[in-house]
């Protein structure tokens, strides 16, 4: 059981060195000693820059997707490792489910470019394109309230619990954690691939094959959005039980060191 279990979130504030496996307080021991409660050594736990992932030390296309692949699929070996100091902008989540949230009407654009070229236009095509880019527009406006809206839920039970979840802390799990909200759009394009698929190999099949094929298709279509947030509480749920322990450097902690007082007298200047 954590030493600071009985502390409130007041009592323990962001400068209260605590053990960053298990949450014992480790102010004013010895660095070179291991943590009383778990046997994880003192100086492992004090504030240090971490490597952080590979989107919060190189901006790009190709960092984006390399982050959005390793939250979505080793979250436990990637979410430790992240910077605990807000990027201020989110724009990790902007970018990331604007992306996911247009990727279906690409690829739907794709499509109706090919099909222009075998059997011509139709203005209809034109009307669904621009209905996916609406709803894609739509899923990625929601998609970041909802995700925004995270933090302040989690600094609330955080505080009826007594935990110390630092605002650096949280935005970094939910910034992360939104990734998985991804997964909707990502849903929605197996579900196209499922329906090219019916269309241009089962369209004459048995009955057998075309019915187990629609019932994929529904139930993807379904399950989409649920997932998405399933997903997202998920890796929300392990970047705050991963991070929660985290010592935060003097730069990253809320509240900002109180200013220095002037010198009572002015340097002397006048070299004559």
């Not at 997707?65 to 605990?84: D, V």
């Not at 236009?121 to 995700?147: E, R």
């Not at 009826?160 to 998985?180: I, N």
């Not at 094929?213 to 529904?218: D, P, R, S, T």
Request: hydrophobic letters at 45%.
């Amino acid at each position: 059981m954590p030493a600071h279990s009985s502390h409130n979130a007041d009592q323990l504030n962001d400068d209260t060195l605590l053990c960053e496996s298990c949450g014992y307080i480790i102010e004013n021991l010895d660095h070179s000693l291991p943590c009383p409660e778990c046997g994880r050594l003192i100086k492992d736990s004090l504030p240090h820059k971490r490597e952080g992932s590979p989107w919060q030390y190189e901006r790009s296309l190709r960092t984006l997707i390399t982050t959005w692949f390793l939250i979505l699929f080793k979250p436990q070996k990637t979410i430790p490792k992240l910077n605990l100091s807000p990027s201020g902008s989110m724009a990790l989540m902007w970018y990331s489910l604007l992306l996911a949230s247009l990727t279906p009407t690409m690829i739907l654009a794709v499509y109706l470019i090919i099909n222009a070229f075998k059997y011509g236009s139709s203005p209809y095509d034109l009307i669904g394109l621009i209905a996916y880019i609406i709803l894609g527009l739509i899923y990625w406006i929601v998609a970041v309230i909802y995700a925004t809206l995270a933090i302040p839920r989690v600094r609330w039970i955080a505080k009826l619990r007594g935990h110390r979840l630092p605002f650096s802390v949280v935005w970094s799990a939910v910034e992360h954690a939104s990734l998985g909200l991804t997964l909707a759009p990502l849903l929605i394009c197996f579900n196209m691939l499922l329906l090219t698929i019916n269309d241009v190999f089962l369209y004459d099949a048995n009955s057998t094959a075309q019915l187990a094929m629609n019932l994929a298709i529904n139930i993807v279509g379904f399950l989409a959005l649920p997932l998405a947030i399933l997903e997202f509480e998920v890796l929300l749920r392990l970047g705050i039980r991963e991070l929660r322990y985290r010592n935060l450097a003097a730069s990253q902690r809320d509240t900002p060191p109180p200013p220095t007082e002037p010198p009572s007298q002015p340097l002397c200047t006048d070299m004559s």
